[in-house]
């Protein structure tokens, strides 16, 4: 089958990238282990052996890999981060995922051949942005970040010179993503100078007479009462006062799905579609690569009379953060 | 090192706007940054409206730059973006790389929302002709000396130094949020806040300021104390963002310190003036909420 949109999937480790290419990925996309990817947490991503395997495995079952170099370096860290650049290149990846622009500057002339991809980090949010990356540096790709509304989207896929990838499922940034500080505003520690957000270490869960507190940093995130499910304590998702009510002011638990709206982004030429989650487990990555490569596959075969059927919405949800899925801004009632 | 007003980056009545910047004209600001920053549905301020201002505040012997919006999501965000650009008579303060696009060949501010971490990026951003970068908001005085040291000829550093910092940007509104309202119904609620909705932790300690599609701190960032460092370091523009209530006062308070003045002294009139205390975790490296007693300041570590 002629698939007119990539699948794009998660690997943050062997298991979960075999798993992704088992399960009909077109693509992975993983990250070096350290604090030049986006999911920068302990145990994850690759070394140099590991991410030759991953390729190795990925190439012979036609799967491609990109590897996403995706956070910013600073003076004294740019060494390190150009040392990863020219560590991708020597992999023979098939892509390179960059955010920061300096970054996108020194592998465009380091290493001509190599194709590039603008993060959804680089927050270019218009096609003007998008055409400036690809004017300077000659990028390929741009991920879109989360905050277009569907015609947005179509806008920006007819007035850019690359490709548009845009994310398909998984956990919702709320904000506009690379420059969203509220981690490091609470713990020192952003997604752009360390490639965390709401990082371990400064999260501490304590049983009290209210219900079950969550702290980041000291700031009480959430209280729980028994019974309710807790989440993990980005800022974004939060119980807060405003006004004298308590509620989530900026966005309750939940997940992006895009099952709805396939074939609407296949027929405005939406080139990739990705799967967010490489903090996941392979048992996460496979169950939602084979539910988005079905549908996927039916949404590409026949737009016209696509619906989402009712044991893919079942499965997705499961998976999806407080068991609950949204369109987010692609559904401007959302906003 | 001089004093600058930041862009306003709330929603207030057109002729507060006015009155606001006809009183700013003879306060102690070298630079004055004017435009829509945050939302392209506040359409009472036009462009020819700024435009009016910037005469005014040219005229008053002010530099003038028209900053643009953070987060571009709308053709008529474009559009707007490009009317600036061509009105030619004052520099852009480009606020994404779409802006960038549109300023590069001529002088332009590299603006705080762009992502700017390294020396090889500001390079990049001389050679379009940023004659000026803000440092982005989280960053540290220990990288700040860094970029410094890489800095290109004829580049100028900015820093933000007083003022809820601006922390995210989303699609959503989270003003018409609290208001149970969708943003294309928002009925422009951010207007009863001007200076941001407050937005408190579940034991009541002031955390964020909503304004609109932007996440500020609810703490205001003051960085009274950093300005012997911050000369030092070659900083050239001290930016102050606009409050409702006695921005005249803060102005004169960071000009009295670059005149000599003590830094404590003035910081006990300015903590008043802040409407939930102030913070400068940021400058330290550290979270930027933090707020480090006078006391502690030794330089970056």
Known sequence: ?335 | MKLALGPLLYFWPREQVFDFYRAAAHWPVATVYLGEVVCGKRRTMTPEAWLEIADLLAAAGKEVVLSTMALVEAESELLTQRRLAEVGRYPLEANDWGAVKLAAGRPFVAGPHLNLYNGETLALLAELGARRFVLPVELSAETLAQLQAERPAGMEAELFAWGRLPLAFSARCFTARAHHLPKDDCQFRCADYPDGLLLESQEGHPFLAMNGIQTQSAQSANLIHALPQMAQLGVDRVRLSPQSRGMEQVVNGFAEVLAGADPAAVDARLQRLAPAGTCNGYWWGQAGMDWQPPADLHGPR
């Open chain 1, 1 to 335: 089958m002629n698939h007119k949109i990539d699948l794009i999937c998660p690997a943050g480790s062997l298991p979960a990238l075999r798993a992704a290419v088992d399960n009909g990925a077109d693509a992975v996309y993983m990250g070096f282990r350290d604090a030049t990817n986006a999911r920068n947490f302990p145990g994850l991503n690759f070394d140099e052996k590991g991410a030759r395997q991953g390729i190795e495995y990925a190439r012979s079952r036609g799967a491609q890999v990109l590897l996403a170099l995706n956070t910013y370096p600073q003076p004294a860290s740019w060494p390190q981060w150009t040392r990863a650049v020219d560590m991708a290149a020597a992999l023979g990846v098939d892509a390179l995922i960059l955010a920061d622009a300096g970054l996108m500057r020194y592998a465009a002339r380091r290493h001509p051949e190599l194709r590039l991809h603008l993060s959804v980090q680089g927050s270019a949010t218009s096609y003007e942005a998008i055409n400036f990356y690809r004017e300077q540096f000659g990028i390929r790709r741009a991920v879109l970040p989360r905050v277009l509304s569907l015609p947005q989207v179509q806008r920006v896929v007819e007035n850019s010179a690359v490709e548009i990838e845009v994310f398909g499922f998984g956990s919702l940034c709320v904000m506009v993503e690379g420059r969203c500080y509220l981690s490091s505003f609470v713990t020192g520690d952003s997604p752009n100078t360390r490639g965390a957000c709401s990082p371990a270490h400064a999260v501490a869960w304590s049983e009290t007479p209210k219900g079950r507190e969550v702290r980041l940093n000291g700031v009480l995130v959430d209280l729980y009462k028994p019974g309710e499910s807790a989440g993990y304590p980005v800022i974004c998702k939060g119980r807060y006062r405003v006004n004298g009510a308590l509620d989530y002011a900026i966005e309750e638990p939940t997940s992006l799905s895009v099952l709805d709206l396939l074939p609407q982004l296949v027929k405005i030429g939406v080139r990739a579609l990705k799967i967010e989650g490489r903090q996941r487990s392979p048992a996460y990555v496979g169950q939602v690569t084979r539910v988005m490569r079905a549908a996927l596959d039916a949404a590409c075969a026949d737009p016209a009379h696509f619906s989402p059927r009712g044991d893919w919405v079942a499965q997705l949800d499961k998976m999806a953060e407080g068991s609950t899925h949204t369109l987010g801004a692609l559904e401007r009632a959302w906003q």
